[in-house]
Each structure stands twice: as C-alpha cells, then as structure tokens.
C-alpha cells in the first residue's frame, strides 16, 4: 500500500514519532527501547509501537509482505508484552539477547510473534519476503538457534566459542521455520549478514567471516568449502 516501515532503537532518550504537526511521543524505558513507526506514502503518521525493559531492545530488520503485512525482528533481553493492542503475549528472554519475530498487518493489529533462541545470544540483522512468501531472516547465534514447535526443520548449532551466522525461512502465517542454513569459524563471527531478494534469481547474502579455517556454504552441506584466511574474509553467498 505505499506506506513507509521504520525500526530501530530509542537511546535513553524521547522521540516525537510523527513528522507532521501532531505529536506521538516515544520515551525510553531502560538503555534501548525497540520501536516501529509506519507513515503513509506521502510521509504522513499512521502509527508507532515500542518494546521496552531497563535493558537494551532494538529493531534490526523490517519487512512487508504482498497483504502490507509487517515483520520486525527484534532482540530483547528481558521480559514484554509483544501485542501492543488490548490483548497480551508475554515473552521472556531465555538468554542475554533473544531473537524475537513479530508480524503486524498494515494497520498495526498484532498477528504473530516468535522467539527463536537459548540461553546464549541470537540476534537477527536482515529481513525480506521472497518470491514464493516465505520470510527469510538472517543473523547471528550462539549455541542453539531454538526454533519453533511445529517446525519442519531441526535447529542448527554454533561451531566454536563464537556466534556464527544463519540464515532462515520462516512461514508468513506463522513464523514457523521452513529452512535453516548456518555457517561459521571456530572463531567469534559477530559481524553483520545482510538478506536480499532478487526473485528468480533468487537471495544474496554478504557478511564477515573472522577466520580461519574450511567453511561449507552450500546450504545442504554438500561440500562447496572455501578455505577462510586467519585474518577473516567478507563473502557474497546466492
């Protein structure tokens, strides 16, 4: 439908989320508060939503579907309720910093959310709906990338002492995993991985390996293995 979906984190600090005359004030409860602002096509306010604790929470990645639904990946790191209307869904943290989706549609009434972590930290950083409507998000994770009940597809688990990164699709209806691919080094790979889609051609994902040693990215594990120097190496990977 046109409209404008912004996320990211509020810095101990208030915001005036609406640009035009009204005002629709964000305050900060703890470090970081994760919040979403959605404007319509000519810049105008339609509504904003906020996720705060006394610790840090931010948005790392929007997305629209066909319909003008909305997904936000966010980490959280205490307790919320993920439905900002008048019903509630509590969630926990299970570790330092969870991953956590949550599905809007276009005017902001709560559909889904899940978590998808341990007692590690997960993150998510990109976000995009491809061709064939399924969501796929990209990260980090330590530990075990917990997945949600009915999932057809088993958890992956970090190499080494480090995060390593993953990349997962999700379905739109749900949020329930579809696929998982992860990879890493035995060494902390806590960089950033971006998602994008390119229709047919279908999805490229770049990020940073910190090094070194064999590291398989095909995503079946069938043997695409590509020697990562000890000082770390970028990657484009389709």
């Known amino acids: 439908n046109g409209d404008i979906v912004v996320g ?11 640009p035009g005359l009204g005002v629709a004030t964000l305050n900060a409860s703890g470090l970081s508060d994760a919040y979403i602002v959605v404007l319509d096509q000519d810049g105008a306010y339609r509504w904003a939503y906020q996720y ?9 990645g929007v997305a629209t579907d066909a319909s003008g639904n909305i997904y936000v990946n966010a980490g959280i790191s205490g307790s919320v309720d993920l439905d900002p209307g008048a019903g509630e869904e509590l969630f926990a ?7 956590v989706i949550v599905s809007f549609d276009s005017d902001g009434n709560y559909r889904w959310s899940e ?28 530990g075990s990338l917990t997945l949600p009940a009915g999932s057809s597809v088993s958890a992956p688990t970090s190499i080494g002492t480090g995060q390593d990164h993953f990349v997962l699709w999700l379905n739109t209806a749900n949020g329930q995993a579809l696929k998982v691919t992860s990879l890493g080094t035995t060494s902390n790979d806590a960089e950033k991985i971006a998602v994008w889609d390119f229709g047919p051609n279908g999805l490229l994902v770049a990020g940073w390996l910190a090094g070194g040693g064999d590291v398989d990215f095909s995503p079946d594990s069938s043997g695409s293995i590509i020697a990562v120097p000890s000082g770390g190496t970028s ?4």
């Open 8 to 18: 990211g984190g509020l810095h101990s600090q208030s915001m005036d989320a609406d």
């Open 52 to 60: 705060g604790t006394a610790g840090e929470e931010s948005i790392k």
């Open 93 to 99: 943290a299970v570790g330092s910093y969870d991953l």
């Open 115 to 142: 978590s998808y972590g341990d007692a590690s930290a997960q993150s998510g950083w990109g976000m995009t709906v491809n061709g064939q409507d399924e969501l796929v998000v990209s990260g980090l994770f330590e």
């Open 235 to 238: 990657y484009v990977r389709r």
